[in-house]
């Protein structure tokens, strides 16, 4: 495996685990619900072929996504690199909005050590901006759990521009986590140039476009009825097969190198810079070991042309979320 740093020297294995689609049922599911025996032997093989940093957040389940990781972590905790979130406010066990108070990070920070089983988060992320608080009250909040030795590094995701800006004057922001793959580039105009300056990581999620640029789904069909992505606008009948173009790019591209598509579009990812971090989502040993493999693939400037071509900026058809996904991000 080969490792990379982001921001305040935080050093981390170059692909990480998406944790999120190991829940059984929960609140969002991609495919079959999860294994949790095999999701657990993913994350175990995965700690063996050297990946150290794993991603889950409160919501996931809620809560049953850091639980599962932090049963699997026990006795293995040594060397990892856990990333966790907060930013949402619950009832019970129903999101009931945004809450970037600092109170709230307190409350999210205690529940999440206890359910990981952990003494420190070693990156607490704010999951969504919570527009009704300034970004400098939530990252001084999230600071003070540093103080207090209850987290290590503290992160922001799907942050705008401006937002970014005053929270990076404010606080050591370590890394940045927001949508960025071959079909979603947004982060290109502004947010990743200011990550840079910064000296921010970038954390991709969804660096696979929820499943579709691996190019196993062809049709909406695929799809069974309680899948989160028929929800996604990218797979809605109107725009799913022009976005196919770019899966039969990326399709030319691991045919040549004899990878796949999945590999493809990780080593893109990682081409874009040495403190981009991808972490594709899986609950199952093959597909993350796929996409751990990704790390020591190199495409050639002839297969970053092919995918710029069928890809540019803006080419994909539909928007990301649905409407409401979309007035929570980039804020």
Same mark, same amino acid.
């Given at each position: ?13 170059a ?9 059984k ?10 294994d949790?025996d ?14 150290t940093f794993f991603d &889950? !957040? ?7 996504n @850091?639980?599962?990781?932090? %049963?699997? #972590?026990? +006795?293995?905790r040594?060397?990892l690199v ?20 600092p109170?709230?990070?307190r ?5 999440s ?7 420190v988060?070693?990156l ?10 300034p ?6 909040g999230?600071?003070?759990?540093v ?19 005053r ?6 922001? &370590? !890394?940045?986590q ?5 079909? @979603?580039?947004?982060v290109? %105009?502004? #947010?990743? +140039?200011i990550?840079?300056?910064s ?10 476009g ?7 789904i ?11 992505r ?9 725009n799913l ?6 899966v ?12 796949s598509?999945?590999?493809v579009?990780?080593?893109?990812l990682?081409a ?12 199952r ?7 751990? !493999?990704a790390?020591d693939?190199?495409l050639?400037? @002839? ?11 803006g080419?994909?058809s539909?928007p990301?979320?649905?409407?409401q ?7």
């Amino acid at each position: 495996m080969k490792y990379r740093t982001l921001g305040q020297g935080l050093q981390v294995s170059a692909i990480g685990i998406g944790c999120m689609p190991m829940v059984k049922g929960g609140n969002i599911l991609y495919g079959e619900a999860a294994d949790m025996d095999e999701a657990t032997r993913t994350i175990h093989r995965a700690i063996d072929l050297g990946v150290t940093f794993f991603d &889950t !957040a409160e919501i996931y389940g809620p809560f049953a996504n @850091e639980e599962l990781l932090g %049963e699997a #972590i026990r +006795g293995k905790r040594n060397g990892l690199v856990i990333a966790t979130k907060f930013g949402f406010g619950l009832d019970g066990n129903k999101i009931v909005g945004v809450d970037g108070s600092p109170a709230n990070a307190r409350r999210a920070c205690e529940g999440s050590l206890q359910r990981l089983g952990i003494d420190v988060i070693d990156l607490f992320y704010q999951h969504r901006v919570d527009p009704s608080v300034p970004i400098e009250e939530t990252v001084g909040g999230m600071m003070e759990l540093v103080k207090e030795g209850k987290v290590r590094h503290i992160g922001l995701s799907e942050a705008g521009p401006d937002t970014l800006r005053r929270a990076a004057a404010a606080a050591p922001i &370590t !890394a940045l986590q927001s949508e960025y793959s071959i079909w @979603e580039r947004g982060v290109e %105009e502004e #947010i990743l +140039g200011i990550c840079r300056e910064s000296n921010i990581g970038f954390i991709p999620y969804s660096p696979l476009g929820r499943g579709f640029l691996a190019g196993t789904i062809r049709s909406r069909d695929e799809l069974a009825e309680n899948d989160w992505r028929r929800n996604d606008p990218r797979y809605s009948e109107e725009n799913l097969p022009a976005n196919l173009a770019i899966v039969d790019a990326i399709a030319g591209v691991a045919a040549k190198h004899g990878i796949s598509n999945a590999q493809v579009a990780l080593a893109w990812l990682l081409a874009q810079g040495d403190t981009i971090v991808p972490i594709p989502g899986t609950k199952r040993r093959a597909t993350m070991e796929n996409s751990v !493999a990704a790390a020591d693939v190199t495409l050639t400037a @002839e297969d970053l042309a092919a995918i710029e071509a069928a890809a540019p900026m803006g080419g994909t058809s539909g928007p990301r979320y649905g409407e409401q996904g979309m007035r929570m991000v980039r804020l």
